[in-house]
């Protein structure tokens, strides 16, 4: 069974600093590209972070860039997400998603759809 | 603020058919990359619908199907089902923001 199991969220003060994790489980994690996307309790979703299949690659969102850093232990089919600096807006459950090329109409991954979701975990920044 | 605009709601009764549109631009949907559409029920994490634009995933009912035309995109479920309500988002690629993005979803009520 395709499986992805977050863990590492909790109660942070503003400044303060996580480590998300997402354990991947039930198929080849080294071969695809990984993403963090986020929302807010009873907003919408958002796009965070993006790495590629070997980690040389990543992408943030604006409001991330320079304190949330995304990265892959492709040994222990692991994603991550250390996050520094952390204001009270950050507050959200977070979402380890794999996308997958099933119905898309290029072989790209910007044209892939999110295909596997974890049960996410939730970050909370409060003082 | 979402890149792709939706409805904040819609409804039907159940039996009508309804559709959700997804509004985008041209560095979005009309630069011609893919939409997909998601459900999601509150409390439980967001599940694909619809990916490349128009292609049901595995176990999704025939009464949903997608569609996408110039900068916009729209997801219709006909024969609705009280089963069916949920909240609902479209997602693309922007190549001016370099960004995955979503619409800001739309709660679907079966009166």
């Known amino acids: 069974e395709v499986q992805l199991v977050e863990s590492g969220g909790g109660l942070v003060q503003p400044g303060g600093s996580l480590r998300l994790s997402c354990a991947a489980s039930g198929f080849p994690f080294s071969d695809y590209w990984m993403h963090w996307v986020r929302q807010v309790p009873g907003k919408g979703l958002v796009w965070v972070s993006r790495i590629d299949s070997d980690g040389s690659s990543t992408s943030d969102a604006d409001p991330v860039r320079g304190r949330f850093t995304i990265s892959r232990d492709n040994a222990k089919s692991t994603l991550y997400l250390q996050m520094n600096n952390l204001r009270v807006e950050d507050t959200a459950v977070y979402y380890c998603?794999?996308?997958?090329?099933?119905?898309?109409?290029?072989?790209?991954?910007?044209?892939?759809?999110?295909?596997?979701w974890g049960q996410g975990t939730t970050v909370t920044v409060s003082s | 603020q979402s890149v792709l605009t939706q409805p904040p709601s819609v409804s039907g009764a159940p039996g009508q058919r309804v559709t959700i549109s997804c509004t985008g631009s041209?560095?979005?949907?009309?630069?011609?990359?893919?939409v997909h559409w998601y459900l999601q029920v509150p409390g439980t994490a967001p599940r694909i619908l619809i990916s490349?634009?128009?292609n049901r995933r595995s176990g999704v009912p025939d009464r949903f199907s997608g569609s996408k035309s110039g900068t916009s995109a729209s997801l219709a479920i006909s024969g609705l089902q009280t089963e069916d309500e949920a909240d609902y988002y479209c997602?693309?690629?922007?190549?001016?923001?370099?960004?995955?993005?979503f619409g800001g979803g739309t709660k679907l009520t079966v009166l």
């Open positions: 490349g634009n128009n």
């Open positions: 997602q693309s690629y922007d190549t001016s923001l370099s960004a995955w993005v």
């Open positions: 998603v794999r996308p997958s090329r099933v119905g898309a109409s290029v072989r790209s991954y910007y044209y892939y759809g999110m295909d596997v």
């Open positions: 041209a560095s979005n949907i009309g630069a011609g990359y893919d």
